[in-house]
Nanobody, 124 residues
Framework: QVTLVESGGGLVQAGGSLRLSCAASGRTFSNYAMAWFRQAPGKEREFVTSISWSGGSTATVDSVKGRFSISRDNAKNTVYLQMNSLKPEDTAVYYC?????????????????WGQGTQVTVSS
C-alpha cells in the first residue's frame, strides 16, 4: 500500500507559478513511477506528466510542455510538479499517482495509488 498526499495548490493569477508536492509513504518509493493528472470541472481526468522510478525519463502532455516540469527526490519520497506561465485553462484538481510499471506510464489504468487531490485555480 502506498499513501500519497498532495500539497501546494492554491489561487494564482495567469502567468504565475506554483509548485505542487506529493509526499509518499508505505512501500519503497523508488520502486514506482509517479505522475500528475488533473481533472477540471465537468471534464474527465487527464494525464499531465509522469516520471520513471529513477527520474531518468519523463513524459508530458503537449498542452503543458515547456511550462510544467516533474521531478522527484527518492531520498525524500516526494515528487514535484513545477508549473510556470499558468493559464486559466490549467484550473483543475491535480492528483498525484503511483504506478508499479516504473516507466513513464501515461494511462490512468496503469496507476494503482492516488492522492486526494489539490485544487489549482488560475484567474485571468
Amino acid at each position: 500500500q502506498v499513501t500519497l498526499v498532495e500539497s501546494g495548490g492554491g489561487l494564482v493569477q495567469a502567468g504565475g507559478s506554483l509548485r505542487l508536492s506529493c509526499a509518499a509513504s508505505g512501500r519503497t518509493f523508488s520502486n514506482y513511477a509517479m505522475a500528475w493528472f488533473r481533472q477540471a470541472p465537468g471534464k474527465e481526468r487527464e494525464f499531465v506528466t509522469s516520471i520513471s522510478w529513477s527520474g531518468g525519463s519523463t513524459a508530458t502532455v503537449d498542452s503543458v510542455k515547456g511550462r510544467f516540469s516533474i521531478s522527484r527526490d527518492n531520498a525524500k519520497n516526494t515528487v514535484y510538479l513545477q508549473m510556470n506561465s499558468l493559464k486559466p485553462e490549467d484550473t483543475a484538481v491535480y492528483y498525484c499517482a503511483a504506478s508499479s510499471s516504473r516507466g513513464t506510464a501515461v494511462r490512468i489504468s496503469q496507476y494503482s495509488y492516488w492522492g486526494q487531490g489539490t485544487q489549482v485555480t488560475v484567474s485571468s
